[in-house]
Each structure stands twice: as structure tokens, then as C-alpha cells.
């Protein structure tokens, strides 16, 4: 009889122990299949985040070359700016010129109504 029983024991035992094991079995498929779904899902955003952006590519280089043209035409307009430059500086030169000439005409005209005066008295 004690070994009757102790082969129930053994039974219990290997029963509990089967169902651990297989509570255990469950719960990491569980954990596993979460993480294969998570992974998934990662894949699937990914794949529609490239198709989003697919052509984005192709615009920043259109952006470069535009850029690069711009920067060549920035270029011609420096000889432009140069030449408005100087121009700009020759005027104020000449506005100089003609506030001088402007003073001397002032002084002539003045020399000449004095002696006009002296004429006629």
C-alpha cells in the first residue's frame, strides 16, 4: 500500500510538474508571439514610412542643383554690385565736385553784383 501510494505521489508530481511546464510552454509563446507582433508591426510602419518619404530623395537633390544654380547667378550679380559700388562711389566724389563748383559760382556771382554796383555808382 505505501507504494501505492508513493506511485500516486509520483503522479501528482509528474502531473503538477506537466502543468507548470505547460503554463510556462504558454506564457513564453505568449511573450514570444507579443514580440513577433510588436516586430511586425515595426516592419509594417517602416515599410509604409519609405514609401512616404520614397520621393523626398529626389527632391533634395533637385533642391542641391537649384541651389547650385542660384549660388553660380549670386555670382554674376558680385561684378553688378562691384560696378554699383563704384558708380555709387563716383557720385558721392562728384556731389563734391558740384558743392564746390556750387560755392565758387556763389562767390563769383557775389564778386560780380559788387562790381556791377561799383560800375553803376
Given at each position: 500500500?505505501?507504494?501505492?501510494?508513493?506511485?500516486?505521489?509520483?503522479?501528482?508530481?509528474?502531473?503538477?510538474?506537466?502543468?507548470?511546464?505547460?503554463s510556462?510552454?504558454?506564457?513564453?509563446?505568449?511573450?514570444?508571439?507579443g514580440?513577433?507582433?510588436?516586430?511586425?508591426?515595426?516592419?509594417?510602419?517602416?515599410?509604409?514610412?519609405?514609401?512616404?518619404?520614397?520621393?523626398?530623395?529626389d527632391?533634395?537633390?533637385?533642391?542641391?542643383?537649384?541651389?547650385?544654380?542660384?549660388?553660380?547667378?549670386?555670382?554674376?550679380?558680385?561684378?553688378?554690385?562691384?560696378?554699383?559700388?563704384?558708380?555709387?562711389?563716383?557720385?558721392?566724389?562728384?556731389?563734391?565736385?558740384?558743392?564746390?563748383?556750387?560755392?565758387?559760382?556763389?562767390?563769383?556771382?557775389?564778386?560780380?553784383?559788387?562790381?556791377?554796383?561799383?560800375?553803376?555808382?
Amino acid at each position: 500500500m505505501a507504494a501505492a501510494k508513493e506511485q500516486v505521489g509520483r503522479d501528482d508530481l509528474a502531473e503538477s510538474l506537466d502543468d507548470l511546464f505547460s503554463s510556462v510552454s504558454t506564457m513564453v509563446k505568449g511573450e514570444l508571439q507579443g514580440t513577433n507582433n510588436t516586430l511586425e508591426l515595426l516592419e509594417k510602419m517602416n515599410i509604409r514610412v519609405a514609401k512616404e518619404y520614397e520621393g523626398f530623395g529626389d527632391l533634395a537633390s533637385g533642391l542641391r542643383v537649384y541651389v547650385e544654380q542660384l549660388k553660380v547667378k549670386n555670382g554674376s550679380f558680385d561684378e553688378y554690385v562691384k560696378q554699383v559700388d563704384a558708380i555709387d562711389q563716383q557720385l558721392t566724389e562728384f556731389e563734391a565736385v558740384v558743392s564746390m563748383l556750387d560755392k565758387y559760382v556763389s562767390l563769383l556771382e557775389t564778386k560780380v553784383q559788387s562790381a556791377c554796383q561799383k560800375l553803376s555808382s
